[in-house]
């Protein structure tokens, strides 16, 4: 089952303004990632996130963890139209035995209008 | 300059043809891993390595294979294609496993035919 899943499927908005993606997952987590993804490239990653930690901040992204929530959200603020990608959230499973499966989501694709 | 390289970008075959993708990284990684990308589907893992000799399967592993025998590759094989694997395939490598961040290489578009 998908551990991490986005929300919304699509947010279009215009420059200037700012973004706000979400990630949902289903069990306890070590860490939780965000990539980004220009159309058909390689994933760039933009944060990691520990699970003891609640808000981390890297240029115009700032990316919250809620636990308890089993929540993550990502916001880009002041848009460019450069920012245009999809935003995908990858987690590991803390309780599992497969240390090195990391669940990607189905991404949210964003599109800003300069 | 530190990069995940995947050969060939682009690639088409007829069903049963073996093929391999190759890896490679360049900055002493011990984990690397496959993931093949559907529409709709987001990223799925299919084989991962947590270092030389050490593999073990993701989520979609069927009709796939690797090996790492070195430290800096890990190739990527399909013994005998089906259509159903036509799909754009990453390799990613990382230092650390899920615990850090993960490098991509520039993706694979295979087609099956």
């Known amino acids: 089952s998908q551990q991490g899943e986005e929300d919304p499927q699509a947010l279009s908005i215009q420059e200037g303004e700012n973004a706000t993606m979400n990630c949902s997952y289903k069990t306890s987590i070590n860490n939780l990632q965000w990539y980004r993804q220009n159309s058909g490239r390689g994933l760039v990653h933009l944060i990691l996130i520990r699970s003891n930690e609640r808000e981390k901040h890297s240029g115009r992204l700032r990316v919250t963890l809620d636990t308890s929530k089993k929540s993550s959200s990502l916001l880009i603020t002041a848009s460019r139209a450069a920012d245009t990608a999809s935003y995908f959230c990858a987690t590991d499973n803390a309780g599992g035995t497969s240390y090195g499966k990391l669940t990607f989501g189905q991404g949210t694709i964003l599109t800003v209008h300069p | 300059e530190a990069q995940v390289t995947q050969n060939p970008r682009y690639l088409i075959t007829v069903t049963g043809k073996k093929l391999t993708v190759t890896c490679s990284q360049n900055?002493?990684?011990?984990?690397m891993s496959w993931y093949r990308q559907d529409p709709g589907l987001g990223l799925r893992q299919i084989y991962y390595s947590m270092n030389v000799e050490v593999t073990d399967k993701g989520d979609v592993p069927e009709g796939y294979k690797v090996s790492r025998k070195e430290k800096r590759n890990f190739p990527l094989i399909l013994e005998s294609p089906s259509p159903n694997q036509t799909s754009l395939y990453f390799c990613?490598?990382?230092?650390?496993?899920?615990?850090?961040?993960?490098?991509f290489g520039s993706g694979t578009q295979l087609s099956v035919l």
């Open positions: 990613a490598s990382s230092f650390g496993a899920t615990n850090e961040k993960l490098f």
């Open positions: 900055m002493n990684h011990e984990y």
